[in-house]
């Protein structure tokens, strides 16, 4: 479980996120939406570390990973996964040195055991034939599919994507995500999704967090968007322009 | 305060590079190949550098001195120490201040350009996020293979460019061969193998960590990236420049 607590973040003279506080659980897919520009990525890149926020806390498990020294912070980031909005594949290594990266770098796997574990996060993700290619020979879907494979190669407890389905097409913008809550339940793992496609959120979202100018405007679940959208006119206006 | 507040930066950054690296085999498989980069791969930019410049080096030398003059009489002049003058600046400047500018304008626009590529498209902060020092992991094989290939550069380089001044003895007839090498002999001392090795281990050190200093800070996109890799270039020649001056003044100050 994350927990976030008077989470906030400046850059210069400038506040973008405002006092956060959130909780996310495992084995449910979380999705944070909103506009661009309204902070929702730099909430995410604060919750890996790539940003430091300027206040607050963020709770993985009891461990503040804000006041945590920095070998600490690097081994709790062993237990993170992140699917990055442009992929962030390995331009030099083929599909599967991509997911080995990360075992060969942490794991004691011997290679056969490494190369097994690669062909079974491949086939997680519904991706065969592709083991010798370079990220510069396959579709967008397919780099999606090995960034979700190399996030889950070593034993995960947190994954986070941010917007997963930025370039895709429609129906294949339903397979990942389908993928990742498929992932999420069977690892149980906390999954924090960063989206403004208002069809993930209906199809997939358990655990909705609406961030709205740096603040988070609205939390529910899928089922209790209808109601929030009658009370909440930024969320209304947010969603009407997502269709 | 801009400069100072790069050179803060330069000192942080390196602060993290200068880590022990995550898994020891890992890190010496990246630097071999760097090490093949870095040096297989300049081989023949520093081969047609040196021995052209040795080339014309010792005729030009060879032109100012014995020419006629009226303030001194060539026949007075030994043609030895044409030699001594090639052999000496060879080994003071030409071999690591000019084979280093040369190999800043590839090794550093092609290090400045590979991190800075990797940076925008977030490959960087997928090595932070998989709890890897980035830092360390992209820049610290290349400078350990600069510090080893870019000095046996710098040697190749000295002995091309005597080699030039005796392909260019070959062909003139006021020069032998013989007469270079004896006067690069005679004047030789100690203290100038280690003023050449001094400067190729410095120069090595900058152009592959201003390099990365430069990639490892890019923001935005394509355009930055070549930006990024013409501001090392700038950055690296400048400070080759100015260590070179410092060097010699700590060395070779009469």
Redesign the interface.
């Known amino acids: 479980m994350i927990k976030i607590e008077h989470l906030d973040k400046w850059f210069d003279d400038r506040q973008i996120l405002f006092d956060i506080n959130t909780e996310f659980k495992p084995g449910v897919a979380n999705l944070v939406i909103g506009a661009s520009g309204s902070g929702k990525s730099v909430l995410i890149k604060c919750m890996v570390g790539l940003l430091e926020p300027t206040n607050g806390k963020i709770l993985y498990g009891d461990q503040d990973f804000i006041s945590l020294e920095y070998q600490h912070k690097q081994n709790l980031r062993r237990e993170i996964g992140m699917l990055f909005q442009n992929n962030a594949l390995f331009d030099s290594l083929t599909v599967e040195e991509n997911i080995d990266f990360p075992l060969r770098m942490f794991s004691k796997m011997s290679p056969e055991e490494r190369k097994e574990r690669v062909n079974f996060c491949l086939e997680k993700v519904q991706l065969t034939n592709a083991n010798k290619k370079y990220p510069a020979e396959i579709s967008g879907g397919m780099k999606k599919r090995v960034g979700i494979a190399r996030a889950i190669a070593l034993e995960i407890k947190y994954l986070f994507c941010d917007e997963p389905n930025s370039g895709l097409d429609p129906l294949t913008s339903r397979v990942i995500d389908q993928l990742l809550v498929d992932i999420t339940k069977e690892f149980n793992i906390t999954t924090i999704i960063n989206s403004h496609d208002m069809k993930t959120v209906m199809d997939i979202g358990e655990h909705i967090i609406f961030i709205y100018k740096g603040q988070n405007w609205w939390e529910g679940s899928k089922n209790e968007i209808t109601e929030g959208r009658k009370s909440n006119k930024e969320l209304n206006e947010f969603f009407l322009a997502s269709f | 305060m801009n400069l100072i507040s790069e050179i803060g930066r330069f000192i942080i950054f390196m602060k993290f590079v200068l880590h022990r690296p995550?898994?020891a085999k890992?890190f010496w498989k990246i630097t071999f190949r760097e090490m093949y980069l870095i040096g297989i791969d300049s081989v023949l930019i520093v081969i047609l550098i040196a021995t052209f410049t040795g080339a014309v080096t010792t005729i030009q030398t060879a032109n100012q001195l014995l020419s006629p003059s009226d303030l001194f009489p060539t026949q007075l002049m030994p043609k030895f120490v044409i030699g001594a003058v090639v052999g000496t600046s060879s080994l003071l400047e030409l071999a690591p201040t000019v084979t280093c500018l040369v190999l800043a304008g590839k090794i550093g626009a092609n290090i400045a350009s590979e991190i800075g590529n990797m940076k925008v498209?977030?490959?960087i902060?997928?090595y932070?996020?998989?709890?890897?020092?980035s830092a360390s992991f992209v820049t610290l094989p290349k400078i350990v293979a600069g510090l080893i290939m870019i000095p046996c550069l710098i040697i190749i380089a000295n002995f091309l460019l005597i080699y030039g001044g005796v392909l260019a003895c070959k062909a003139t007839t006021s020069l032998t061969a013989d007469d270079l090498i004896q006067g690069a002999r005679l004047v030789f001392k100690p203290l100038y193998l280690k003023v050449m090795l001094t400067k190729s281990f410095i120069f090595a050190f900058l152009i592959t960590s201003l390099s990365s200093f430069q990639g490892y800070y890019t923001t935005g996109g394509a355009l930055e990236v070549g930006i990024a890799g013409t501001k090392a270039v700038t950055k690296i020649c400048i400070f080759i420049l100015f260590f070179d001056l410092i060097i010699a003044q700590l060395f070779l100050k009469s």
Do not use: H, L, P, R
């Open positions: 995550e898994k890992v498209s977030e490959q902060d997928a932070e996020v998989m709890g890897i020092n």
